[in-house]
T-cell receptor, first 113, second 113 residues
Framework: GDSVTQMEGPVTLSEEAFLTINCTYTATGYPSLFWYVQYPGEGLQLLLKATKADDKGSNKGFEATYRKETTSFHLEKGSVQVSDSAVYFCALSRAGSARQLTFGSGTQLTVLP | DGGITQSPKYLFRKEGQNVTLSCEQNLNHDAMYWYRQDPGQGLRLIYYSQIVNDFQKGDIAEGYSVSREKKESFPLTVTSAQKNPTAFYLC????????????FGQGTRLTVV
C-alpha cells in the first residue's frame, strides 16, 4: 500500500537558519504530494503541493520539489522564523486508492530567537 | 466562505458515556475522514466515507461509530467501548476524483474526566 516516511523530529533551529525536512513516499501510479502545517491546538493547513514530477510547490518561503526518480518531496526554507514553529506533515493523495490520503508521522519544528 | 467546521472545540466526557463530535462541510466534497491525534503523534485514521450512506473502517475504528446521512455531515460517536478516548480529533474532507488535497477542521479536544 501507499506510505509516506518523514525524518524523525523534533527539529530545533535558530532563527534565520536553513531548514530541510526529508520526505519520501511509496505509491503506485502518479500521486499528488503535499506539505501540511499544524500550529498548536489547531487543525492542519495546506502549506504547498505538487501534482506531477518535477513540479515545485512554494508558499511563504517554503519550497518542495516532486522528485519521482528518488520518490522524494523534501521541504526547505532558506531562513526560518520563530513563527514557523509548528508540526509539518508530508502527505500524498492518489485517486485510485480507497483511502486516497496517506500522511507521514509529522515533524515538530521549534525555532529559537 | 467555504470550509469545514468541527464542534465543539473542547469536550469533556465522563467514564461510560457516549459522546458525538460534529463535522460539517460546505465544500461540496464527497469524501470525509476522521483522524485521531495523540500528543506528539501523527494522524491515525478512524473512519472514512467516500459517498453518502457509505463509510469504511480505518486503522483504529474500535470503540467509534459514524454515520453519513447527508453529504455535508459526518458525525463521529465515541462510545464507552473506547478505552482511551482522550485525544485531539480532526475531521477532513476532499473531492473524490483526482489527486486532491484534504481540508481540515479546527479539531475537537476530547477529555475523559
Amino acid at each position: 500500500g501507499d506510505s509516506v516516511t518523514q525524518m524523525e523530529g523534533p527539529v530545533t533551529l535558530s532563527e534565520e537558519a536553513f531548514l530541510t525536512i526529508n520526505c519520501t513516499y511509496t505509491a503506485t501510479g502518479y500521486p499528488s504530494l503535499f506539505w501540511y502545517v499544524q500550529y498548536p491546538g489547531e487543525g492542519l493547513q495546506l502549506l504547498l503541493k505538487a501534482t506531477k514530477a518535477d513540479d515545485k510547490g512554494s508558499n511563504k518561503g517554503f519550497e518542495a520539489t516532486y522528485r519521482k526518480e528518488t520518490t522524494s518531496f523534501h521541504l526547505e526554507k532558506g531562513s526560518v522564523q520563530v513563527s514557523d514553529s509548528a508540526v509539518y506533515f508530508c502527505a500524498l493523495s492518489r485517486a485510485g486508492s480507497a483511502r486516497q490520503l496517506t500522511f507521514g508521522s509529522g515533524t515538530q519544528l521549534t525555532v529559537l530567537p | 466562505d467555504g470550509g469545514i467546521t468541527q464542534s465543539p472545540k473542547y469536550l469533556f466526557r465522563k467514564e461510560g458515556q457516549n459522546v458525538t463530535l460534529s463535522c460539517e462541510q460546505n465544500l461540496n466534497h464527497d469524501a470525509m475522514y476522521w483522524y485521531r491525534q495523540d500528543p506528539g503523534q501523527g494522524l491515525r485514521l478512524i473512519y472514512y466515507s467516500q459517498i453518502v450512506n457509505d463509510f469504511q473502517k480505518g486503522d483504529i475504528a474500535e470503540g467509534y461509530s459514524v454515520s453519513r446521512e447527508k453529504k455535508e455531515s459526518f458525525p463521529l460517536t465515541v462510545t464507552s467501548a473506547q478505552k482511551n478516548p482522550t485525544a485531539f480529533y480532526l475531521c477532513a474532507s476532499s473531492a473524490r476524483t483526482g489527486n486532491t488535497e484534504a481540508f481540515f477542521g479546527q479539531g475537537t479536544r476530547l477529555t475523559v474526566v
